[in-house]
């Protein structure tokens, strides 16, 4: 898989053999095992709060987008005990269709590999064909791993006026 395909398999300097693909309806179980295994930092620093559990309903969102405003991507190890995820990345396209708000995140012990750079890559690579001008989302100012991340990605920081605790970050995708 080259850098810049958006699904496909990939081998990490490891070894370590990673999938990248759209989630489905058949990944609830492995999505909720995902979130459940974060630890209370990845979750407060991804959800802004603890969570350890998602409610069937937002399951069901995070795991059957609608193909009209929203992709999401995950990443699966196949280890022994079948597919693991290990991370996953989403956005949500505004109704005017010129912005679009991303999410994202990796397992704790897959962080710092690459994962987040290829799935956010992977996001990109969707919205160049999709018209949406820029991607942005809220990161938290304490939160200095993701701060430094986007800003490799090119993303600009500004404050919000009415969240004093986060950051609005913001990459402009076309003009």
């Known amino acids: 898989m080259s850098q810049d ?4 398999t990939w081998t ?9 693909r759209h989630i489905a309806s058949a990944d609830a179980a492995r999505e909720q ?22 409610s069937k309903k937002d399951l069901k969102k995070f795991t059957e987008p609608n193909s009209r405003n929203e992709v999401a991507l995950i990443v699966v190890h196949s280890g022994e005990t079948g597919e693991e995820e290990i ?4 956005y ?6 010129a912005n679009c708000e991303f999410a994202i995140v990796v397992a704790d012990a897959w962080q710092k590999r690459g ?10 690579k969707h919205l160049q ?19 430094k991340f986007i800003s490799q990605m090119g993303f ?10 986060s950051l609005l970050v913001t990459k402009h995708l076309m003009d």
């Open 33 to 54: 095992a995902f979130v459940h295994g974060l630890s209370a930092q990845s979750s407060y620093l991804r959800f802004h709060g603890t969570l350890k559990d998602l």
């Open 12 to 20: 990490l300097a490891d070894g370590t053999k990673l999938t990248l």
């Open 92 to 97: 949500v396209i505004d109704p005017d269709r």
């Open 156 to 165: 600009a920081e500004t404050n919000i006026p009415d969240d004093p605790s």
């Open 129 to 147: 064909v999709s018209g949406v001008k820029r991607i942005s989302g809220d990161v938290l100012k304490g939160n200095s791993a993701m701060r």
């Open 115 to 124: 994962i987040g750079t290829r799935l956010m890559n992977a996001l990109i």
């Open 5 to 8: 395909d958006s699904e496909g």
């Open 87 to 90: 991370g996953v990345a989403r």
